[in-house]
């Protein structure tokens, strides 16, 4: 079964930092583009970041120099590390992939395997 697990999740204060974690399942992330995505409460899914099967990355504006995203092909697991967290970055974090080399982008709708989320709250 094909299955993506996100972790890391949890409380920070302003300006704190957190590391969330996507691991797969039943398959290896080699060949294929990730995504981190954000919903949160009453507001539509929005694309926070994405790297392709060769590592190349882009960011939505409101996260650019804050977040960082990375793989770890042996690891089979991805990572969002969001440092300098702001009150508007709360939210259920997702990650989501699809079988294709050599892209990505942050359209929910091109990827067809998501896991189950993470929340993210920020609050002092």
């Known amino acids: 079964q094909l299955q993506l697990v996100e972790s890391g999740g949890g409380l920070v204060q302003p300006g704190g930092s957190l590391r969330l974690s996507c691991a797969a399942s039943?398959?290896?992330?080699?060949?294929?583009?990730i995504g981190w995505f954000r919903q949160a409460p009453g507001k539509e899914r929005e694309g926070v970041s994405c790297?392709?099967?060769?590592?190349?990355?882009n960011y939505a504006d409101s996260v650019k120099g804050r977040f960082t995203i990375s793989r770890d092909n042996p690891k089979n697991t991805v990572y969002l590390q969001m440092n300098r967290l702001k009150p508007e970055d709360p939210a259920v974090y997702y990650c989501?992939?699809?079988?294709?080399?050599?892209?990505?982008?942050?359209?929910?709708?091109?990827?067809?395997?998501w896991g189950q989320g993470t929340q993210v709250t920020v609050s002092s």
């Open positions: 039943g398959f290896t992330l080699d060949d294929y583009a």
């Open positions: 989501a992939a699809v079988a294709r080399r050599g892209m990505a982008t942050m359209n929910p709708t091109w990827y067809d395997l």
């Open positions: 790297i392709t099967s060769g590592g190349g990355r």
